[in-house]
Every structure is written in C-alpha cells, then in structure tokens.
C-alpha cells in the first residue's frame, strides 16, 4: 500500500469521527424553554392590597357607641369619646329605648370599613372597662362620633373633663333636638321610651331617698333628666364639693346634654 492510498483511509477515518461527535452533540445537548417572569407590578395585582397606614378594619359592632378593630393582629374594642348612644348590651339593663336603631345604623355605616383613629390626651387611653378611648373617622373624613349625634342616634356625653370636639358635639346635638331626629322625635309618652329609673347602686342614692356627697360615686349619664342631676351637685355643695365632677366646664350647670 502505498503513502496516497494511507493518507486517504486516515482522512476518512478522521471525518467519521468528526461527524459522530456532531451527531452526538445534537441529540444530547441541553433543551431550553422560554419561562415567563411575572414583573412586580404583575404580582401585585394577584395579591390583596394592605391596609392603608394609619388605618384599622372594623371586625365588630359592639352598639352605637362601641366598637372593635384590628390592630397589630389583635382585635381592640373602642369606646367612643363624647358620645353616648341608648344601651342595648350591658346586661344590667335593659334594652332601651331606640338603642337597636343606634346600633344598627352603626353596623350600616361602619361594618367592612377601614377607620382612622384620634386619640385625646385630656380623656386618657383606657376607661375603666379597659376599653380604647378614641374619636373614629371614615375614610371620606366623616366623624363618626359626630355623625350619630347630629343624626339623633345619641346624644353628646362629657364623662369629665372637657375634651376637643365637645363644643362641636354639643352643637350637633343642640340641632338634632331642634330638627326632631331620631331618638329627639320620639312621643315621650310611649312606655318603652321612658328614661329608665336611676339604680341607687349606681348612682349612690341611698335607700332612704338621699345622696353619697362623700364621694365619687356616679356621672351623668346615671341621671335621668339635667333637673335631677344639678338638684343633687347643688346638694351636695355645687362647685365648692363638685365631688361627682358633674360639672365639667365649670359654669355652675351640670350634665347640660341630658333632657
């Protein structure tokens, strides 16, 4: 055999190689598919948008005046400042009258909202249940606290001292009286509107008739009518021994929301 007739096996030999390794490399190489990437914007859509900063979802309607949110992952019951709406849960009492109407126009306004909170430094953090003392607005700005007094769901209530919206509850009060809304427009001399008597555990009278001067015993919310409340802070002194604090404002009238 001679040199050509070597050099041309080789060369085929060398070509078949070549071509195995190609063939080889196309069946065996790595396959990729196109994965699509959803951008940020994309997932947020698919997700359910936080509750605003500042803001809390109301998870119950106690009544008219009483609330519970969401704070922090726990639930936070309110007792809303400077306003007083009829009883309807507290179980020493019974229902009174147009107390279901409050409640129910506060499940109305305020069940699924998100609420905004202002607290007041001159009322404290906590009454004495331990509950939230807070003013609840909506998120269009709306006072809820004014919002049910002006609509004659209740009436404004100052527990002690005055406190920063007092003046403008009053007022909203003052014209839900005069327009004849709500609870203000009712015939007194239905049965199951009659203010409820005044407990003497409650208020401090004794069982003969007479008053606790001595010591802080009762608000004005224990009084039936504005008359009976200022009979008693005139007995038991008037300003010089406003024991019971009846007297807010310090002008010499009492409990001036009460009928």
């Given at each position: 055999m001679n040199m050509r007739s070597i050099l041309q096996i080789g060369g085929g030999?060398?070509?078949g190689i070549l071509i195995g390794v190609f063939l080889v490399g196309r069946t065996t190489a790595p396959v990729f598919k196109s994965v699509s990437i959803a951008s940020p914007a994309a997932s947020a859509v698919s997700t359910n948008a936080p509750t605003a900063a500042g803001t809390y979802p109301v998870v119950k309607v106690v009544d008219g005046?009483?609330?519970?949110?969401?704070?922090n992952g726990k639930s936070v019951t309110l007792r809303l400042i400077g306003l007083d709406t009829p009883e309807t849960v507290d179980p020493r009492k019974p229902v009174q009258c147009f107390g279901k109407e409050a409640s129910e126009e506060a499940k109305e306004v305020l069940a699924g909202k998100t609420v905004r909170l202002e607290m007041d430094p001159s009322q404290g953090e906590l009454d004495k249940y331990g509950r939230t003392l807070a003013y609840v607005f909506l998120s269009d700005g709306m006072s809820f606290n004014k919002y049910m007094i002006s609509e004659g769901y209740g009436h404004e209530y100052t527990y002690n001292l005055p406190y920063k919206y007092q003046s403008e509850f009053k007022a909203a009060e003052k014209q839900a009286r005069e327009e004849k809304k709500g609870l203000w427009g009712l015939e007194q001399s239905q049965s199951d509107c009659s203010p409820e008597p005044v407990s003497p555990?409650?208020?401090?009278?004794?069982?003969?008739?007479?008053?606790?001067?001595?010591?802080?015993?009762?608000?004005?919310?224990?009084?039936?009518?504005?008359?009976?409340?200022?009979?008693?802070?005139?007995l038991c002194g008037g300003t010089a021994n406003d024991v019971h604090k009846l007297d807010s404002d310090k002008d010499g009238r009492v409990c001036e929301s009460l009928p």
């Open positions: 030999i060398v070509l005046d009483t609330l519970a949110i969401l704070m555990s409650e208020t401090g009278f004794r069982a003969d008739g007479t008053h606790d001067c001595s010591r802080n015993t009762y608000n004005c919310s224990s009084f039936k009518t504005q008359s009976e409340a200022q009979r008693v802070f005139d």
